[in-house]
């Protein structure tokens, strides 16, 4: 179709006032649905390890172990349908629920089992639930990742580590998750497809290589066969479910007719190939809740549904079947799915994870291998269902290059428009060369879609464990400045927590402080990579996912778990937090003792020591009037590239146990409010305790310039190294970029700061009077959606220290 | 900080006052655009917001609210000028700005930088891609910018070389047919001759209110508008764009407006930007030292809008700032 054909069509959001009065009942029904945790997979978990064929799979290969674990999860849940609903097909035995992973790091909510109800995000459980949950945790205290990997008198003080939380906060230990799968194989081969590759891998006991079949190799392909099985059987018990709804007394005839229309669907997908449009998005949603289910439920995405759906849209729309607005009311009811499942974090993790999200990722736009754009009518209709939604859920990409047709840019504004934080930017010119950085060919690095919140992969190729932990980074100036020791108490009296690095009374110039600042970020990595690589090794033996590794490519080739190393493209990925933070520090010591030698380095340290008391002075000068990052000047931008570059390639250097490269990302979820509560007073006039600088952002309030500026500067960095991407928020007044003046502009801006070099961008529109008001009185507004890192949460969610940080943020 | 500095240019060079040099502007013309506000203004409206832009001379302000007390400016002051933070004796103040230059916290500013066309132009260079990626540009605003406008024909000049779109704001009280202050007449015929948008504010029709409200007559206001509006018929340049200040119980008289109406109608540009009064500049007042404004009532919705309906009824299109439809003119 042409452009101004589909411009016409899907641009003014007014043309598409219709409403669906069925989409507002699921949405309403939705927002007014407590929160709770499902114990049915934890329950059926514990069934299965006391029936007889869990008793005797504990002693077969673990691969098979675990896929006979999973299977009797997959066919013994209980199906349950919702009203209305187009798509089904329920992630939890509750409406909205978190469920529990007792192989991950579940059992923390156990620090908040007496208050659940009370907490800012308030989870309902019944008392009986309540000592069910108890014992459940209790019971399987044992079976986390992270006891197995680190429940050990060599590596207890690394257990600890993850209370403390100062260095690095390791996410791996709750699970890996974060993955785009092959969702355009499932939709269109069908895992019919990957089964009988399986099968005949053991028919012939040849392996891809032509070799002889490994016990390891026998087990995956039977782990396969299993695995396809009982999700198979979910379908259908899904799909009995439904006829009987629709058989049963005062449903209409309308329903009847939908309920047994979802119910053929799910009798043929996702084993065959779809035959629609719907029973596409089926297909997708079907696997997706497989995964949820297999590993944990943070940023599993579904990539480039524009692309994967169309020729079955085209289709769909051709033979009459279909219309635009009966595409958009069954995406509505698509991404209203998307709502049905939560985190499980208690209040202490929160601080560092706020908004409740999972971020499940849907990416449109972009080019093809060859690098032609691919925008079509779907990615448009996907924004418009958006708008009838405007949830928490999903978490939408748009994918901008040079070709992005303007209709597409202006429609995705005017979502941005909306309120909701939604959809975030990403420049393809800056995407595919970091990508292409770790070994990618261009045409699959041009197939990327976003991982969850920011992260990148070439969908359906990638394992990458794109959010395994995240890095304090301005703690390593602290810790280079004093030792390896932290400001906050005296020298004596503390452990030390980094390295042992020069004296600075022996720093005689600024790469003095420099090589001790990479001494340090090296010390911290190397101690939580050795980590993350116990956790890697217990991973493999404990809690393979064979879910993830039939949508994976390069698994069934390898006859391995993805677990082991087997998919086409490894990686995983450390998040930096206070990047700004640690570039502004090494700017002002730079100036104020090497440059100006207004102090020397003793008197600063001893400054940061004491917080600036008594340099309040000193202190005001430095946040006000010292040069920042994030104002197009060329001297501080250049000091946060030597700190991303410090990070970067240290983080590089690293290898995972399933030979994949460590990558950096530039994001920091909510963690730099939580590591900033454990990093003393920095030299740009940060105060011990305060909140560090959030993923590629300027430090707070230090973007005097506007909007523009800070653009400047983050699109000036380097950012082939970036191969997790980054995250830059940038946040406006509602008034400031209304109608279609600001659109325009808002379009303008992300444009040129692709055109420069920017990877990432994401914006908030709001009202700062409606966010203190929020604030207030939370009940008053409920669904109120803003966009927190690289994540949208609904602000009620936030934790109190998150929603001021929201607050306070510079207003363009 | 390269811009605060001021800039020693040689007297051969063209320098004017500005005060402020604003990125991301989008309620001065199409698109996005970097706003530079010039020094001085010769009106003194009552309800004026922008007390920093009415004299010709740098000045020194002290903003309270950002003071910690630490009398770094009265200590370093040369002159022993300052008492107090805040409290300066203009008579032995040479402007030296020591203390601007001291302050740790940025409570005391400076209004008013000497300025070369170059020094504007290189902070300007790097927004050009946003101007030019949102059909956006640059505009003279302050203050009056027809005060510079020689400055300003050099200026736009360079800038509409690069293919940057100019508009500038005035208060339309300049004179086409005596000397300017700054430079000969030529110089602001050539500028109104190159530049591509002019944003005209207009405000009391009646000549009497305008001295009483504004400090001068308002005829040659009106010629002027009427100039100009000729010439864009005839010439097509420059746009011509009109804005009415709604300040209740001053320019929102029924009088003011019908008259203001049938003036825009007769020199036939029959849309109008409406901008609501507020009173967000109260306290640059105060960090100047300047006799606080009025105390009017805060302008209500059903006030501007019984305005708006008013001039829609006598076939004004109104609008809101920053949302006018630029393809009309």
């Known amino acids: 179709m042409q452009n101004t054909a589909i411009a016409e069509k899907i641009l003014p959001v007014d043309s598409y006032c219709q409403s669906f009065p069925r989409i507002q009942k699921i949405r309403t029904e939705l927002l007014l649905t407590s929160n709770s945790i499902c114990l049915e997979r934890p329950c059926l978990l514990k069934e299965f390890s006391k029936s007889k064929e869990g008793r005797t799979s504990k002693n077969q290969h673990p691969f098979i172990r675990r896929a006979k674990a999973l299977a009797y999860i997959f066919s013994n849940r209980l199906p349950r349908i919702y009203q209305d609903e187009l798509i089904i097909g329920n992630m939890t035995s509750k409406r909205i629920a978190a469920n529990y992973y007792p192989e991950g790091g579940s059992i923390n909510i156990l620090e908040d089992l007496f208050k659940l109800e009370k907490r800012q995000t308030p989870l309902k459980l019944s008392s009986k639930e309540k000592r069910k949950l108890l014992s459940i945790a209790m019971g399987s205290v044992f079976d986390s990742i992270g006891a197995k990997a680190l429940l050990r008198p060599d590596r207890i003080s690394h257990f600890l580590n993850f209370f403390r939380a100062k260095r690095y906060f390791v996410t791996e230990e709750a699970g890996i998750g974060h993955q785009v799968g092959g969702y355009y194989n499932v939709v269109h081969h069908g895992l019919i497809k990957v089964e009988k590759e399986a099968v005949s891998y053991l028919e012939s006991g040849k392996s891809f290589q032509g070799q002889q079949l490994t016990d390891d190799q026998i087990a995956f392909y039977q782990s396969v066969k299993i695995i396809i099985k009982s999700i198979c059987n979910m379908a259908l018990n899904l799909a009995e479910k439904a006829e009987k709804m629709a058989n049963s007394a005062g449903i209409s005839a309308k329903r009847n007719a939908e309920l047994l229309e979802a119910a053929a669907a799910c009798r043929h997908v996702p084993y065959h190939p779809a035959r629609s449009f719907k029973e596409g998005l089926q297909a997708c949603w079907l696997v997706h809740i497989a995964m949820n289910l297999e590993d944990f439920e943070q940023g599993l995405s579904f990539g480039r549904l524009d692309q994967i759906l169309y020729s079955l849209y085209c289709q769909d729309i051709e033979q009459m079947k279909l219309t635009p607005d009966s595409a958009i009311e069954i995406l509505a009811s698509f991404q209203l799915k998307t709502c049905e499942t939560i985190p499980l974090y208690s209040d202490r993790i929160d601080r560092f994870f706020s908004g409740n999200g999972v971020a499940q990722g849907i990416t449109l736009g972009g080019t093809d291998e060859k690098g032609n754009d691919v925008t079509n009518e779907l990615s448009g209709l996907f924004l418009n269902a958006f708008d009838h939604v405007r949830t928490r859920e999903p978490a939408l990409h748009v994918r901008v290059h040079e070709a992005t047709p303007d209709w597409f840019l202006q429609k995705a504004v005017e979502t941005v428009q909306l309120g909701c934080g939604k959809p975030s930017f990403f420049g393809d010119n800056s995407i595919v060369r970091a990508l292409e950085g770790v070994g990618m060919t261009k045409a699959h690095a041009r197939d990327y879609a976003i991982i969850g919140c920011v992260e990148m992969a070439s969908q359906g190729r990638t394992y990458n464990s794109s959010d395994a932990a995240l890095f304090n980074l301005p703690l390593c100036l602290e810790l280079a400045l004093n030792r390896g020791k932290q400001f906050s108490k005296p020298d004596w009296s503390q452990r030390r927590l980094g390295a042992k690095t020069q004296a600075i009374t022996q720093m005689t110039c600024f790469e003095d402080v420099v090589k001790a600042f990479k001494y340090q970020v090296e010390d911290s990595i190397n101690e939580m990579v050795k980590v993350i690589g116990w956790l890697e090794d217990s991973y493999r033996i404990w809690r393979p996912t064979p879910v993830n590794s039939i949508i994976t490519e390069g698994c069934m080739k390898n006859g391995l778990d993805i677990t082991w190393g087997s998919a086409l493209y490894n990686l995983t990925a450390i998040q930096v937090a206070g990047l700004a933070d640690a570039g502004d520090s090494l700017y002002a010591l730079n100036r104020l003792v090497f440059e100006e030698k207004r102090y020397s380095l003793e008197e600063l340290v001893k400054i940061l020591k004491c917080n600036f008391k008594g340099f309040e002075i000193l202190r005001e000068e430095l946040t006000h009037k010292f040069p920042r990052y994030g104002n197009g000047i060329t001297e501080a931008d250049r000091m946060t590239q030597l700190a991303a570059d410090i990070f970067s390639d240290t983080i590089r250097s690293h290898y995972n146990s399933r030979g994949g490269q460590y990558v950096p990302g530039m994001y920091s979820m909510t963690c730099h409010i939580g590591f900033g509560q454990k990093t003393g007073a920095l030299p740009n006039g940060r105060p011990a305790g305060y909140r560090l600088s959030n993923g590629l952002s300027p430090v707070d309030g230090s973007d005097r310039t506007g909007p523009t500026a800070v653009l400047r500067s983050a699109g000036s960095l380097d950012s082939s190294k970036w191969a997790n991407c980054c995250a830059l928020n940038m946040k406006f007044d509602k008034k400031s970029v209304q109608g279609k003046a600001g659109r325009m502009a808002m379009a303008g801006l992300f444009k040129t700061y692709f055109e420069q070099g920017g990877m990432q961008v994401q914006v908030n529109v709001l009202d700062t009077r409606i966010l203190q008001e929020a604030k207030k009185n939370p009940s008053a507004y409920p669904g109120l959606v803003v966009r927190v890192a690289g994540y949208c949460a609904y602000f009620n969610d936030l934790h109190p220290s998150v929603q001021d940080e929201i607050i306070e943020r510079t207003v363009h | ?329």
């Open chain 2, 1 to 329: 900080m390269k811009f605060m500095k001021l800039d020693n240019q040689q007297n051969t060079d063209l320098t004017s006052l500005v005060f402020s040099v604003q990125h991301f502007c989008m309620h001065d013309g199409p698109g996005i655009r970097t706003t530079i506000f010039f020094k001085g203004c010769p009106l003194r409206c009552t309800w004026c917001q922008n007390p920093e832009s009415w004299s010709r001379k740098p000045q020194i302000a002290f903003k309270q609210h950002l003071c910690i007390g630490c009398r770094t400016c009265v200590d370093k002051c040369p002159e022993q000028a300052l008492s107090d933070p805040g409290y300066r004796n203009a008579d032995k103040c040479v402007l030296c700005f020591t203390c601007v230059g001291e302050c740790p916290s940025t409570a005391v500013v400076r209004f008013g930088d000497l300025r070369s066309v170059g020094s504007v132009i290189d902070e300007l260079e790097p927004e050009f891609p946003f101007y030019l990626n949102s059909n956006g540009g640059v505009t003279f605003s302050g203050g009056e910018p027809t005060l510079y406008s020689e400055f300003l024909v050099n200026l736009t000049e360079d800038l509409q070389n690069k293919g940057i779109h100019i508009s500038m704001e005035t208060c339309g009280y300049f004179s086409l047919n005596e000397k300017a202050i700054d430079n000969s007449k030529t110089s602001l015929k050539k500028l109104l001759s190159i530049i591509n948008l002019v944003i005209f504010d207009l405000k009391l029709f009646d000549n009497e209110e305008h001295k009483q409200y504004c400090g001068t007559d308002n005829r040659q206001i009106k010629e002027n508008f009427t100039t100009l509006a000729k010439q864009k018929s005839f010439q097509n340049k420059p746009g011509l764009w009109p804005r009415l200040p709604v300040i209740p119980g001053i320019t929102d008289s029924r009088d003011n407006l019908i008259n203001w109406s049938d003036f825009l109608l007769e020199n036939q540009i029959p849309f109008l930007t409406l901008v609501p009064y507020h009173k967000m500049g109260e306290s640059k007042r105060s960090w100047l030292n300047t006799e606080p404004g009025p105390d009017l009532t805060p302008l209500s919705d059903e006030m501007l809008k019984a305005a708006q309906d008013l001039l829609e009824s006598r076939g004004i299109t109104c609008y809101a700032p920053g949302e006018e439809d630029w393809s009309l003119i």
